[in-house]
Structure formats: structure tokens, C-alpha cells
């Protein structure tokens, strides 16, 4: 067999998956599940711009590949194909050659959005956000046009592959300036609810996911920089959007705003979907399942509205509701053997403090410090709150999970007559498993290979 080829073939897959956005812990686990088929042990390592996987081959020398990964991306798809490309190793267990080729096809079958859908999905995103917060119908157009903004401004900047923070901040910018000029014109009733909902478009939510669900895997230093990330992001929205601010207002002035829009229970569920379907569109998830991506945002948001109208604060709410999207994901996830992440993403999204990052930044700019460290405080608190659900619930989760697969491996182990037992044991301890064993238990490991 092949060692630098096997070797080389499980960092390709871990680098292609830290290019598309997955997490961590993720990362890592492919690489040894897809080595561990073959009956090697590995030792894999990943943080956000660098995979690398070592072993030792068969002559006793060791093999290391490590890659460097560059410009992250936020593609659902090709980590869901790379998923499932990796289950099929681990149950079929070809020769590496085969399983390179593999690879190279799950790559070249990835799918796309095309241009036009892209940009449908930068409209509905903004528009379907707006009227959540406040604005009125004609506020939703405008929204949907400055959405078309962002999409422009960071689609080119991320064909040059810009900084991420200069892409947020020149898209921030580029956005704000013409929203607070035709609030200047009295085109617009409501221009917090038009920026606000445009700019959930730039809050990363898959960070802020991935974030949180590598610092319950263990990999704490991933989950930080992460975090540090997040926090940055929130920095340059402001940084653009105050900018903004701070040149149309000495020209063209700022009207204040005619009052929040508000609107019935169902007519949010309708615009929550509109918002939810235009991010699955951003983060390039297909088929079907994409649908019930959305429709886990409009319960997450139906629960919210529920926690509200029962005088619930607004950390409780944020609370349940993130606890109910992160049921809602791993539950999806495991009956339909998908990665947890594009559910948790876009089920999470309503929940995302856009507002809080807006307001707190605008309370600053007209002068009130007190108020806008109040307002910050609470988003962060929001944020906390967010987090700490979904910890609780993927924890949990994950201790099922562990307890199943225990119970899994008791129950075989029962089932194999002593001698057998005494045998695998023995061979087992020489380190001469055969390929023919470990494709006996593929398929077992594949039904508890990651979501």
C-alpha cells in the first residue's frame, strides 16, 4: 500500500474541508477516520490556516504532510460532499489510488449558484431581514437593493482575494452611504430596519457556530481565534457603517426615523423564510434539504416571538431559542446523515445580533457613551446566550452519541464466541488487522461517523 499517497489523500480532504468552512474538531476526526480505515494510526492536527496529518509507515519511517489554508470560504456543499465522500472510505475501504479519484470527483461534482442566484440571494437575505426589525414594505426594497451592494462589493473582493476585515468594512461602507442619502430624500421611513437587515448579511454567522462547537470539542485555541474573528467582524461593520454615517451627515443630513412597522405572526414567518432562503443561497447548500434549513429559522424565530409575548428577557429568549435550533439541527442531521453544520448555521441566523452591533454603534456616534457600553454589554450578553445553548445542547448530543456507540461495541463484543474474542484480541494488539476486517466494520463506523 501506498503510505505517502494515503497520507497525502486524507490532508487534501482536511484541507478542502477547512477551505469550505468546517469545523475543527471536524476536520481532524476525517483525517483519522479516513487513515484509520486502512488500520493505521495517525495523529491529525488542524487550526484555522493549517491541516497536517502524521503516521508511520510500514518500514518504521514516519510520513507528515501539512498544507497551508488560505482564503476561507463558507461552502456547505462541498463540506457536506466531502462528508459523505468520507463515510463511503471508511465502508468501502478502496486502495488509496482509487480514493484519490475519488476525491477528485466529489471536487469536480461540487455545485454552484450561478451568478444571477447569487445575487437573488443577496436581495432576499436583506429584504426578508428588514421588516423583522421594523421597517415597512417599501424599506424592504431598499434593503434588498443595498443587499445587492454587499454582494457586489465582497463578491470582488473576494475574487482578489481581499482581507476578510477590509471586505467587511468597504461593503459596510458602500452600503450605509446610500441608505442614510435616501433617508436624506425621505425615500426611506425606517433606516435602522433597512442598514440592520442589510447587514446580517455580513455577520458571520458560521464562525460564530464554528466557534462554539470546536470549544466543545476540546480545541479551545481553534475556538478562541475564532472567537477573536467574530469580534473583529463585529468592529469593522461598525467601523463601516460609522464612516458612512459620518459623511452623508454633514451633507445630506439624516431624517429621523417615522416609527417601527409591525407586523402579524405569520407575515414574519413568510419574511423569516424569504431571509433564511437567501442564505442558503450565500452559503451554498442544494437540494431539498435546503428548504428545511429555512423552515428550522422560522420555528427558531416563532419560538423567539412565543419567549417574547410570555415576558421572557431578552437573554431567555435568545436562550430557548437557540436551544431549539440546536435540537431542531442535530436532529435533522442525524436522520438525514448531513453534517449538523448547515442546519445549525441558518436555523441560528434570526437570532444573530445584527441589531445590537448596529444600535450599539450609532448610540456611540450621537454621544450617548453610557447608553452604547449598555447596549454593547447586551450584545455580547446575547451572544453568551446563544452560545451557551448550543454548548448545552451539542454536549448533550455528543454524550448520547458516545454512550450508543458504547453500547454498540458492548453488544458485538458479546455476540463474538471466547476463542474468536482471544483471537481478534491477540491480532489486534500485533497490529496486523487486515483490510478484509476493517471493511467488515465500515459500514458500523459509518453509521457513527460525524454530523
Known amino acids: 500500500m501506498d503510505y505517502y499517497l494515503l497520507t497525502e489523500l486524507a490532508a487534501r480532504i482536511g484541507y478542502h474541508l477547512a477551505l469550505s468552512g468546517a469545523e475543527t474538531f471536524r476536520i481532524e476526526e476525517t483525517m483519522r477516520?479516513?487513515?484509520?480505515?486502512?488500520?493505521?494510526?495517525?495523529?491529525?492536527?488542524?487550526?484555522?490556516?493549517?491541516?497536517?496529518?502524521?503516521?508511520e509507515a510500514a518500514n518504521g519511517k514516519p510520513l507528515m504532510v501539512m498544507k497551508r489554508v488560505g482564503f476561507h470560504g463558507?461552502?456547505?456543499?462541498?463540506?457536506?460532499?466531502?462528508?459523505?465522500?468520507?463515510?463511503?472510505?471508511?465502508?468501502?475501504?478502496?486502495?488509496?489510488?482509487?480514493?484519490?479519484?475519488?476525491?477528485?470527483?466529489?471536487?469536480r461534482e461540487r455545485r454552484h449558484y450561478s451568478t444571477p442566484i447569487y445575487y437573488l440571494g443577496n436581495f432576499c437575505g436583506a429584504a426578508g431581514f428588514c421588516p423583522v426589525f421594523g421597517g415597512s414594505l417599501r424599506d424592504c426594497l431598499f434593503a434588498g437593493l443595498m443587499g445587492l451592494i454587499i454582494g457586489f462589493v465582497?463578491?470582488?473582493?473576494?475574487?482578489?482575494?481581499?482581507?476578510?476585515?477590509?471586505?467587511?468594512?468597504?461593503?459596510?461602507?458602500?452600503?450605509?452611504?446610500?441608505?442614510?442619502?435616501?433617508?436624506?430624500?425621505?425615500?426611506?421611513?425606517?433606516?435602522?430596519?433597512?442598514?440592520?437587515?442589510?447587514?446580517?448579511?455580513?455577520?458571520?454567522?458560521?464562525?460564530?457556530?464554528?466557534?462554539?462547537?470546536?470549544?466543545?470539542?476540546?480545541?479551545?485555541n481553534s475556538g478562541i481565534n475564532r472567537i477573536v474573528q467574530v469580534l473583529l467582524s463585529a468592529f469593522t461593520i461598525a467601523m463601516g457603517t460609522a464612516a458612512a454615517w459620518r459623511v452623508t451627515a454633514g451633507v445630506y443630513g439624516v431624517t429621523e426615523p417615522t416609527g417601527a412597522t409591525s407586523?402579524?405572526?405569520?407575515?414574519?414567518?413568510?419574511?423569516i423564510f424569504l431571509a433564511c432562503t437567501g442564505f442558503f443561497i450565500l452559503f451554498?447548500?442544494?437540494?431539498?434539504g435546503s428548504a428545511l434549513c429555512a423552515a428550522g429559522g422560522v420555528l427558531t424565530w416563532m419560538v423567539y416571538l412565543l419567549c417574547r409575548s410570555l415576558g421572557f428577557s431578552i437573554y431567555g429568549m435568545n436562550f430557548i431559542a437557540a436551544i431549539v435550533a440546536a435540537l431542531y439541527s442535530e436532529i435533522m442531521a442525524r436522520s438525514r446523515k448531513y453534517p449538523v453544520t448547515s442546519y445549525l448555521v441558518i436555523s441560528s441566523i434570526p437570532l444573530l445580533p445584527g441589531a445590537g452591533i448596529y444600535y450599539t454603534m450609532s448610540l456611540g456616534l450621537g454621544g450617548d457613551v453610557q447608553?452604547?457600553?449598555?447596549?454593547?454589554?447586551?450584545?455580547?450578553?446575547?451572544?453568551?446566550s446563544i452560545a451557551v445553548a448550543i454548548l448545552l445542547v451539542s454536549t448533550v448530543c455528543r454524550h448520547a452519541a458516545a454512550q450508543r456507540r458504547n453500547r454498540m461495541k458492548s453488544e458485538t463484543a458479546e455476540k463474538v464466541p471466547p476463542v474468536g474474542r482471544h483471537f481478534f484480541s491477540s491480532m489486534f494488539h500485533r497490529g496486523k488487522r487486515?483490510?478484509?476486517?476493517?471493511?467488515?466494520?465500515?459500514?458500523?463506523k459509518c453509521l457513527d461517523f460525524l454530523c
Not at 472510505?89 to 482509487?98: D, G, H, K, L
Request: charged residues 15%; proline residues 4%; negative net charge.
Open 263 to 271: 407586523y402579524p405572526v405569520w407575515a414574519q414567518a413568510i419574511m
Open 74 to 107: 463558507n461552502d456547505l456543499e462541498a463540506v457536506e460532499k466531502l462528508n459523505a465522500l468520507s463515510r463511503r472510505i471508511c465502508a468501502e475501504v478502496p486502495e488509496p489510488s482509487v480514493a484519490a479519484q475519488w476525491l477528485e470527483e466529489t471536487l
Open 33 to 55: 477516520r479516513v487513515i484509520g480505515a486502512y488500520g493505521i494510526e495517525c495523529q491529525a492536527f488542524s487550526i484555522p490556516n493549517c491541516v497536517m496529518v502524521s503516521l
Open 284 to 288: 451554498n447548500t442544494h437540494g431539498w
Open 154 to 220: 465582497t463578491r470582488q473582493m473576494d475574487k482578489r482575494e481581499t482581507n476578510p476585515f477590509f471586505s467587511t468594512i468597504a461593503a459596510a461602507f458602500a452600503m450605509a452611504v446610500p441608505a442614510y442619502f435616501l433617508a436624506g430624500l425621505h425615500l426611506i421611513d425606517y433606516v435602522d430596519a433597512v442598514i440592520i437587515g442589510s447587514l446580517m448579511i455580513l455577520v458571520p454567522g458560521l464562525l460564530i457556530t464554528n466557534s462554539m462547537r470546536d470549544i466543545i470539542y476540546g480545541d479551545t
Open 434 to 444: 487486515s483490510a478484509r476486517q476493517n471493511h467488515r466494520g465500515g459500514r458500523r
Open 371 to 384: 447608553a452604547a457600553v449598555h447596549k454593547g454589554l447586551e450584545t455580547a450578553g446575547v451572544a453568551g
